[in-house]
């Protein structure tokens, strides 16, 4: 899922209207890639991965993934993604000799990876290209993960815009997002923002929207 950027701890993660309105205009004027991204280091305030930024350090990896409760945390998403996996290649095993239009292990390997996320779709598209290392089918499979990725949920995507510009408004009139606010009176981050995606790719999907000085704008949410 999306990665939404939050304030240091102790710090009010919520701007006033101008501030945040101000940002977002700024990520126009520089053609920012998108919410969900890392902003610039004037801006940022920190967070938990910031003692992972910087040059390759495997004492540095260690003493992260060794923090807390990180350890069972890594040691659950392996588990689900070997299962994952596993339940791929149990399916394409017993569908190897089925007729093409009876099979589902095309996509359920698509969605599989689709589903553990964007690293794993990135892996999908490369390999799509070596059909001389995973046969053809399965590269004709992975071969619409270029282009018809599965989106994630609009939910997700308008609660990432709302703390990666740090405002807990509502994002725009009558928009699905904290509309009790809006209704209450409470003031817009947007004059306008799409309900739901005009389009999704392997990284982010994007949403049409207005600024209230009147410009268009395409806001891209980062997976």
Same mark, same amino acid.
């Given at each position: 899922p999306?990665?939404?950027?939050?304030?240091?701890?102790?710090?009010?993660?919520?701007?006033? =209207?101008?501030?945040?309105? $101000? !940002? &977002?205009?700024d990520?126009? *004027?520089?053609?920012? /890639?998108?919410? +969900?991204?890392?902003?610039?280091a004037?801006?940022?305030?920190?967070?938990?991965?910031?003692?992972?930024?910087?040059?390759?350090?495997?004492?540095?990896?260690?003493?992260?993934?060794?923090?807390?409760?990180?350890?069972?945390?890594?040691?659950?998403? =392996?588990?689900?993604?070997? $299962? !994952? &996996?596993?339940?791929?290649? *149990?399916v394409?095993? /017993?569908?190897? +000799?089925?007729?093409?239009?009876?099979?589902?292990?095309?996509?359920?390997?698509?969605?599989?990876?689709?589903?553990?996320?964007?690293?794993?779709?990135?892996?999908?598209?490369?390999?799509?290209?070596?059909?001389d290392?995973?046969?053809?089918?399965?590269?004709?499979?992975?071969?619409?993960?270029?282009?018809?990725?599965?989106?994630?949920?609009?939910?997700?995507?308008?609660?990432?815009?709302?703390?990666?510009l740090?405002?807990?408004?509502?994002?725009?009139?009558?928009?699905?997002?904290?509309?009790?606010?809006?209704?209450?009176?409470?003031?817009?981050?947007?004059?306008?923002?799409g309900?739901?995606?005009?389009?999704?790719?392997?990284?982010?999907q994007?949403?049409?929207?207005?600024?209230?000085?009147?410009?268009?704008?395409?806001?891209?949410?980062?997976?």
């Open positions: 999306p990665a939404a950027r939050t304030a240091q701890d102790g710090q009010d993660p919520s701007p006033s =209207l101008e501030e945040a309105r $101000a !940002r &977002l205009e990520m126009v *004027r520089r053609g920012d /890639a998108g919410v +969900g991204s890392q902003a610039p004037s801006e940022w305030q920190g967070d938990e991965y910031d003692a992972l930024r910087g040059d390759f350090s495997r004492p540095k990896l260690l003493a992260y993934f060794q923090k807390g409760l990180r350890p069972g945390l890594v040691a659950a998403r =392996l588990a689900v993604i070997v $299962a !994952r &996996l596993g339940d791929v290649a *149990r394409w095993t /017993a569908e190897e +000799g089925k007729p093409r239009e009876e099979r589902t292990r095309e996509v359920m390997l698509r969605e599989t990876l689709s589903d553990l996320g964007p690293v794993f779709v990135k892996i999908g598209q490369t390999l799509s290209q070596r059909s290392l995973i046969g053809e089918d399965a590269a004709q499979a992975l071969k619409k993960l270029q282009e018809q990725n599965k989106p994630f949920e609009d939910e997700l995507a308008w609660r990432t815009i709302a703390e990666d740090r405002w807990d408004g509502p994002l725009a009139p009558n928009h699905p997002y904290m509309r009790e606010a809006w209704q209450a009176g409470a003031p817009t981050l947007f004059a306008e923002l309900d739901t995606h005009i389009a999704a790719a392997s990284l982010g994007v949403y049409r929207g207005r600024l209230h000085s009147g410009q268009e704008v395409a806001v891209k949410v980062q997976r």
